[in-house]
């Protein structure tokens, strides 16, 4: 079955980094398009990065553009989100998923996606 998991959550300073990793099992990682969303509380699922079945095109929502960055390896199944610079705004459990359509490009929207991970927090403290 397919299954995402992701890690490489905690807690980081403000101006700090991380980086999240997701890694995807029971699917042709290699024909889908990959994204990740971030939700905080109170406020609904939203779209932070995306990136093309071989990682020639990526997306970015405007409020992490130059911040953050998204990169796949289609020979270990993962997907990873590097983030610099980060800011208090940016806590929230984030999540990596899958499009729900083979061989298609990016797309910001949650109904797009078909399969979650569980999430990793990331807290950001000024």
């Known amino acids: 079955q397919v299954q995402l998991v992701e890690s490489g959550g905690g807690l980081v300073q403000a101006g700090g980094s991380l980086r999240l990793s997701c890694a995807a099992s029971?699917?042709?990682?290699?024909?889908?398009?990959m994204g990740w969303f971030r939700q905080a509380p109170g406020k609904e699922r939203e779209f932070v990065a995306a990136?093309?079945?071989?990682?020639?095109?990526?997306d970015y929502a405007d409020s992490v553009k130059g911040r953050f960055a998204i990169s796949r390896s289609n020979a270990q199944n993962t997907v990873n989100l590097q983030m610099n610079d980060l800011e208090p705004e940016d806590t929230a459990v984030y999540y990596c998923?899958?499009?729900?359509?083979?061989?298609?490009?990016?797309?910001?929207?949650?109904?797009?996606?078909?399969?979650w991970g569980q999430g990793t927090q990331v807290a950001v403290s000024s």
């Open positions: 998923a899958r499009r729900s359509t083979p061989w298609v490009g990016t797309s910001s929207f949650t109904y797009d996606y078909d399969y």
């Open positions: 029971g699917f042709t990682f290699s024909s889908y398009t």
């Open positions: 990136i093309t079945l071989g990682g020639s095109r990526t």
